[in-house]
């Protein structure tokens, strides 16, 4: 049972789901200014071994890279089963060449970026060192390379941009395999994540080089839906205006057409009224 706690609160009351007005307008800007700048903006997705149950501490091997231009669609991809074939490693010595690869892999994709700097990159959770851009670094340099750094003003993380315009509880979890579902998405090729950690294990290169690729159209495809306000979420049109009658006042005056038919109506009504 609920009982009232200080401040009037109440424990065991649901989350707040509407999303924060300010924070969801600043989302909102955010996404538009990325869509503006598309010709400037790379979807970038990664794979790599599994992060969890390391004993060892040793940071997980990267088998596949992807970034995909916003404006023209052209990916530029960086996978382990790709150096190999340039360095004709037969398929079964990528195993014991993994390290070497690894590193002419990253060598490649650390040459894209610094020869595009600048640029904006779109992502899903690439946030820390367990899974992300500073992941990425780390691997680098553990295979004995210097990074091209990304300044973290033009990383941009679509996960947390979609909670703050739709609200934290906008879809089930896992948000990208739900979100892909509600949407109606063809997600071909594309592996979850504990899938590609059982990839990885069986040396399945060229399905997580697949799934990576699958993955940056994927998030192309929503965040294009979610700046045209066409991405079907969990959230009721109440939820996503703030579910209360100053919300709904605000929006009717931030709505000129709305305010102008209200206001003839109104007119009109005086009008009568005075007869």
């Given at each position: 049972m609920a009982t009232d706690v200080p401040g009037g609160t109440r424990k065991n009351r649901k989350p707040k789901t509407a999303p924060n007005?300010?924070?969801q307008k600043e989302a909102r800007q955010s996404l538009n200014s990325l869509f503006t700048d598309r010709s400037n903006v790379w979807i970038i997705h990664y794979s790599c071994e599994s992060f969890y149950d390391r004993p060892n501490g040793a940071s997980p091997r990267i088998t596949s890279l992807a970034v995909r231009s916003l404006d023209s669609a052209q990916t530029h991809?960086?996978?382990?089963?790709?150096?190999a074939e340039r360095l004709k490693v037969p398929f079964a010595d990528?195993?014991?060449?993994?390290?070497?690869?690894?590193?002419q892999m990253l060598d490649a994709y650390y040459h894209h970026l610094g020869t595009h700097r600048g640029m904006k990159y779109l992502h899903w959770n690439m946030r820390d060192i367990n899974y992300g851009f500073a992941a990425i670094d780390h691997r680098y340099q553990?295979?004995?390379?210097t990074p091209v750094l990304i300044d973290d003003a033009k990383k941009f993380d679509l996960s947390r941009i979609l909670i703050d315009i739709y609200g934290v509880a906008y879809i089930g979890h896992p948000r990208l395999e739900k979100l892909i579902e509600k949407n109606q998405i063809q997600p071909r090729d594309m592996m979850t994540g504990a899938q590609e950690a059982q990839a990885f294990i069986a040396g399945n290169?060229?399905?997580?080089?697949?799934s990576t690729l699958r993955k940056v159209d994927v998030l192309a495809n929503i965040s294009e839906r979610a700046q045209n306000k066409q991405l079907l979420t969990n959230t009721s049109w109440w939820q996503m205006h703030g579910g209360s009658l100053r919300t709904g006042l605000a929006w009717v005056a931030d709505n000129k057409v709305i305010s102008l038919v209200i206001g003839v109506v109104g007119l009109a009504v005086g009008i009568y009224a005075l007869k």
């Open positions: 007005p300010k924070r991809s960086f996978s382990i089963h790709q150096v990528i195993k014991v060449r993994y390290d070497e690869l690894e590193r553990v295979r004995g390379g290169y060229v399905g997580l080089h697949q």
